[in-house]
């Protein structure tokens, strides 16, 4: 069957550290999605893509970048991790248009904490 | 902006009792509504959506929800919960191409 997966898991990180999160979709999917979850704000977009070499800053990209050179992977890079990337990070996918709405498909999240 | 509300962070209700989760967007243009389900230490997963037509869609586990778009809402309701129905609920506004909003969660607590 088609998933979406997230490694690691879980990851305590420190300050100033470099932390990449890696998201790996099977659904052959076009476009991918990462978000993330804190409490009393709901999924918040940091990047998006619709395809290789795509990328798009969502609504809180500052201090994270992503690259996709392949269609199943996305990963996302904390340059400098900081106390307030502490969250849980979903990676999600959609297929492309004509469709006027695909449904996203969600990994499982990643919890990452940073002292 | 778009947005989208849920007056309700918390909703504790007994088992077999009925449950309304509300949801409230603010938008000038059409949207398409879904609401997701988070089970502990899971992803998202998409419970229903509006596109168009019918106002009362149903979906997965006896949900259903209404959409009114005169009081731009659309509530998530069950008549029977149960225990497995303890979850985070999300409702979610699609304005353009992809990019879904997301509010900020309802918890919802059957107890037995």
């Known amino acids: 069957d088609a998933e979406i997966t997230q490694s690691p898991r879980h990851k305590i990180t420190e300050t100033g550290r470099q932390v990449t999160l890696a998201c790996h979709q099977t659904w052959n999917h076009n476009n991918m999605f990462w978000y993330r979850q804190d409490l009393g704000h709901g999924l918040r977009l940091i990047h998006y893509?619709?395809?290789?070499?795509?990328?798009n800053k969502g609504e809180v990209s500052d201090g994270y970048s992503v690259s996709r050179s392949n269609t199943e992977d996305l990963p996302l890079t904390l340059e400098s991790a900081a106390s307030s990337q502490t969250s849980v990070y979903f990676c999600a996918s959609s297929e492309a248009r004509p469709s006027s709405y695909n449904e996203q498909f969600f990994g499982p999240g990643t919890r990452l904490t940073v002292l | 902006a778009q947005s989208v509300t849920q007056l309700d962070s918390q909703v504790p209700v007994f088992e077999e009792a009925p449950v309304e989760l509300r949801c409230n967007y603010s938008s000038s243009v059409s949207v398409y509504l879904f609401w997701y389900v988070q089970y502990p230490n899971q992803g998202l997963q998409l419970l229903l959506k509006y596109l168009s037509g019918s106002t009362l869609v149903k979906g997965i586990n006896g949900f259903e929800a209404e959409f009114n778009k005169s009081q731009t809402s659309f509530h998530l309701r069950k008549p029977s919960v149960h225990i497995s129905d303890t979850a985070e609920y999300f409702c979610a506004v699609k304005t353009s191409y992809d990019k879904v909003i997301f509010g900020p969660g309802t918890s919802l607590s059957v107890i037995p």
């Open positions: 893509s619709y395809g290789v070499h795509d990328t």
